[in-house]
């Protein structure tokens, strides 16, 4: 019938649209996934001893990607993997780049933290990598402790994506390396292990970081990433903080410690030359051009961070400069606050910062509380206590509540309530109780994270009193 060549044909046109419409999606889909290949690296070490037999995955989430990159016009996170898995793909390769000879020392290497970043900042992208590894000599008994050794790369540029493969073929190179002049003969005489034992294995259980071992950081200023490990910080600079308001989207009613930092004579240190400091209570990091709290998350920290800017917001501000004839200052760092509040972790084997959770990482199930209490000193008129604008109850002097956090690794938003407000923006600790004291102050900095033994400790007082 004449009338049934168009219906025909339209349903071929339907049927062709939904075909594309899937592939798009699937293609969206891959979009987010972001594949790293070695194929193209080659490795250079000269006078090697040792042939690697296999290298593991001893990650405490193998599953979790290598890091996080950002791709397309518009910026989109994309969570990095080797095709193969960590261990096959990176066993392979070094096959290839190490043929074994009769006098090689067989090693098995099992990474214990790999790592790729990327930061925007202004018209420039700063890629940074971090690997760290323990190696193992294949004895006839076994597997043997041989040394730790690690690695760390960064380099700045207009796009950086294609950078990572390069960085990490030249972090295994400078780890293996650092194996020139190995006692191979002390190795033979440490515990031995089966290969089945070497991913959970933790050679360097015994030097837990004494940062992890105390209630709280000592007062003074890290220059490096290893004086906050040791908590021996440099006591001697003088270090002044100054809090200042945000109100920059998604920051309304924090706050921002900047310290000002002088050597004992006197002379201004930059702030690119400090990793951090601490008040005595907490401990502060540089991200970027500011610096953030530290929370403490069992055995690692975590803070809140501004988000990579995102091209689209890059370019719209570069027009602005451009338009107001100060192109110049788009090429210097952007205000680290226009970016969207987001968790980091650090990394306490390498120092290295990521994004927290890992993207592509399955979220536990596991609810963090957090105790927000009031001094018995202060106005007697009651506080509204909002968690993510959403009011939980209202607190007089020396009351405290209890606010239960279900979303692993979120971001919470903590405000009295009062339209401009002092507000704290956290990554709740879930193993452990957390502890905020809310003071009767208009200035800024009226919520305090507490320690953990000491808000525990002002809480049980709370508690005595009421009892009386």
């Excluded at 044909?9 to 798009?24: E, N, Q």
């Excluded at 070695?38 to 001893?58: F, K």
């Excluded at 950086?160 to 003969?185: F, N, R, S, Y």
């Excluded at 410690?257 to 002379?267: C, E, F, I, K, Q």
Aim: hydrophobic letters at 45%; glycine letters at 6%; proline letters at 7%.
């Amino acid at each position: 019938m004449p009338g049934l060549l168009p219906f025909s044909r339209l349903l071929r046109r339907v049927r062709l649209l939904l075909i594309l419409a899937v592939l798009i999606a699937g293609r969206a889909a891959q979009a987010q996934i972001y594949y790293l290949d070695l194929n193209q690296q080659t490795l250079d070490i000269p006078n090697r001893a040792l042939v690697v037999e296999q290298v593991l995955d001893g990650r405490p989430n193998q599953a979790a990607a290598i890091g996080t990159v950002y791709r397309g016009l518009n910026n989109r996170p994309a969570a990095a993997f080797f095709r193969q898995g960590l261990g096959p793909e990176l066993t392979a390769w070094l096959k290839l780049q190490l043929p074994s000879r009769p006098t090689d020392h067989a090693v098995v290497l099992c990474v214990r933290q790999l790592r790729v970043s990327e930061v925007m900042n202004g018209m420039t992208e700063l890629a940074a990598a971090d690997l760290a590894l323990d190696v193992y000599a294949h004895l006839p008994d076994g597997y043997h402790f041989v040394r730790s050794v690690a690695a760390h790369t960064n380099v700045r540029a207009l796009e950086t994506t294609a950078i990572h493969a390069p960085h990490i073929a030249k972090m295994l190179e400078d780890c293996l390396l650092q194996l020139a002049g190995v006692d191979w003969a002390r190795a033979s005489r440490l515990p031995v292990h089966t290969l089945a034992q070497l991913p959970a294995d933790n050679p360097l259980k015994t030097a837990r970081p004494a940062v992890l071992r105390a209630s709280a950081p000592r007062r003074g200023v890290y220059f490096l990433f290893e004086q906050f490990l040791n908590n021996r910080p440099d006591t001697a600079t003088q270090l002044r903080l100054d809090t200042l308001r945000l109100t920059a989207a998604g920051w309304e009613g924090t706050t921002l410690l900047r310290p000002r930092v002088h050597t004992a004579t006197g002379d201004r240190v930059a702030p690119r030359e400090v990793w951090g400091f601490s008040d005595g209570r907490r401990a502060y990091i540089r991200h970027g051009k500011v610096y953030r709290l530290l929370n403490r998350q069992d055995d690692f920290y975590t803070f809140v961070g501004a988000a990579p800017l995102d091209v689209q917001a890059v370019n719209q501000r570069s027009q602005q400069y451009a338009a107001a004839g100060a192109l110049g200052a788009i090429l210097a760092s952007p205000d680290d606050n226009t970016g969207q509040p987001a968790a980091f972790a650090l990394d306490m084997r390498t120092g290295q910062v990521a994004a927290f959770p890992p993207l592509g990482q399955a979220q536990p199930s596991d609810t963090a509380f957090v105790y927000v209490y009031r001094p018995l000193s202060g106005s007697p008129a009651p506080q509204r206590i909002m968690l993510d604008d959403r009011e939980m109850g209202q607190l007089r002097p020396g009351e405290y509540v209890e606010l239960a956090c279900p979303r692993f690794g979120h971001i919470v938003r903590l405000s009295s309530g009062m339209a401009g407000g002092a507000a704290l923006l956290l990554v709740p600790n879930a193993a452990a109780a957390n502890y905020i004291k809310l003071q009767d102050s208009p200035k800024p900095g009226a919520w305090q994270w507490m320690p953990a033994r000491e808000g525990e400790a002002e809480v049980d007082a709370l508690e005595k009193q009421h009892r009386r």
